[in-house]
């Protein structure tokens, strides 16, 4: 089956010009030019992946991330004219897989989608378990969901990612480095400071005691406590 791709960007000689370069690639592809329209067509269509703009008329692209969030995986590449580092990591944070900036290579677009939808089919395909239980957290690989305890979790998708990463393999100790290559799979322009700013943000939505189950390891990383059991 084709995997499918909605371009969400108010320019349309630009959507359309990505539109008929992905339908090239053999992916289905449709463009949205409205913010609004967009949120509905994701329902719909059911896309693996988005290209999304960042500003669009009647709700702009960091409004779309938030209300994506806890709706399953896809996989979102951020398209914007804004080149500062706040904007960038605003994104990512709200759960876009990658950043690209206007003027951008065609090539380099579908190259990155590629390697992205690849790294989600292999997370589909290749789960470590359909639960993950450890110290009162449980996660859902297939449904992507979490409980801290008997209470929901909502988590954006790189917080979940990152989470579940950990929770997997606990005792195990990840540089700051390691979590970008296999959560965020590219060389992320932010550096790794944005993966303390996603623990920080896990620990706070878990609150104590729960938080504790994240330790920091001075100087290296972080790791999981163990006490993992997966059915």
Known sequence: ???????????????????????????????????????????????????????????????????????????????????????KVLGLELGADDYMTKPFDMRELLARLKSLLRRIQTAQHNPDSDEISVGGITLSTDKRTALAGDHPLELTPKEYDLLALMLAHPERVYTREQLLNLVWGMDYFGGTRTVDIHVQRIRKKLGPPLDSIIQTVYGIGYKALGGSSEN
Request: hydrophobic fraction near 45%.
């Open 1 to 87: 089956m084709k995997e499918k791709v909605l371009v969400i960007e108010d320019e349309q000689t630009i959507a359309d010009a990505i539109t008929y370069a992905l339908t090239r690639e053999g992916y289905t592809a449709e463009a949205v030019y409205h913010g609004e329209t967009a949120l509905k067509r994701i329902g719909e269509f059911q896309p693996d992946a988005l290209i999304l703009d960042v500003m669009l008329p009647g709700m702009d692209g960091y409004e779309i991330l938030k209300k994506l969030q806890g709706k399953g995986r896809i996989g979102v590449i951020m398209l914007t004219a804004k080149e500062d580092i706040v904007h």
